[in-house]
């Protein structure tokens, strides 16, 4: 019987109304009003507590992660950290490079889309193809690791 329901819409979890989205953060159900991150919580409260984390790390300049709907199934997010390292960078001066992905997700019966802003560094930019500072260290530590396994190979090659 349970089969015959209609999928329930989620409703905001601040005011009550049908919501829209999910926030990125906090997977907290959300409508049009309440989705930006100062406007529910726990976000709004961490962006106020932690907003010393929100600054480029090269400048300081502030970098606040940030998210809003223009529709009611489209929903803006960027969050304002290099996709390669992660930390945190300013618009203005140390994003390198911008980049724009929809991502779609499904919530009950509707779909939603999730425009995301992937930015990289200066230091990320052209790493970005083996996955940005973290991924090239991964690699680097990697084919050293090889280097050593093949080394000592070699060495008990030669003492046979
Ligand atoms: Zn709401
Ligand atoms: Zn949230
Ligand atoms: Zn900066
Ligand atoms: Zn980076």
Same mark, same amino acid.
């Given at each position: 019987?349970?089969?015959?329901?209609?999928?329930?819409?989620?409703?905001? =979890?601040?005011?009550?109304?049908?919501?829209?989205?999910?926030?990125?953060?906090?997977? =907290?159900?959300?409508?049009?009003?309440?989705?930006?991150? &100062?406007?529910?919580?726990?976000?709004?409260?961490?962006?106020?507590?932690?907003?010393? =984390?929100?600054?480029?790390?090269?400048?300081?300049?502030?970098?606040?992660?940030?998210?809003?709907?223009?529709?009611?199934?489209?929903?803006?997010?960027?969050?304002?950290?290099?996709?390669?390292?992660?930390?945190?960078?300013?618009? !203005?001066?140390?994003? =390198?490079?911008?980049? !724009?992905?929809?991502?779609?997700?499904? &919530?009950?019966?509707?779909?939603?889309?999730?425009?995301?802003?992937?930015?990289?560094?200066?230091?990320?930019?052209?790493?970005?193809?083996?996955?940005?500072?973290?991924?090239?260290?991964?690699?680097?530590?990697?084919?050293?690791?090889?280097?050593?396994?093949?080394?000592?190979?070699?060495? !008990?090659?030669?003492?046979?």
């Amino acid at each position: 019987m349970a089969t015959n329901l209609p999928v329930a819409v989620p409703s905001c =979890r601040e005011c009550g109304i049908q919501s829209v989205a999910r926030c990125p953060s906090c997977r =907290r159900a959300l409508c049009l009003d309440h989705f930006p991150r &100062d406007e529910h919580q726990p976000c709004a409260a961490r962006l106020r507590d932690e907003a010393i =984390r929100y600054s480029c790390y090269i400048c300081g300049a502030a970098s606040l992660p940030q998210q809003w709907s223009s529709t009611s199934f489209a929903h803006y997010i960027d969050p304002h950290t290099c996709a390669g390292c992660g930390r945190y960078i300013c618009d !203005e001066h140390h994003t =390198r490079l911008r980049i !724009e992905g929809v991502e779609l997700a499904h &919530d009950g019966l509707r779909s939603q889309r999730y425009h995301v802003t992937r930015r990289y560094c200066g230091i990320c930019a052209p790493l970005r193809h083996v996955g940005g500072l973290r991924g090239a260290v991964f690699w680097l530590v990697g084919m050293c690791a090889a280097a050593v396994a093949g080394g000592l190979w070699y060495v !008990e090659f030669l003492a046979r």
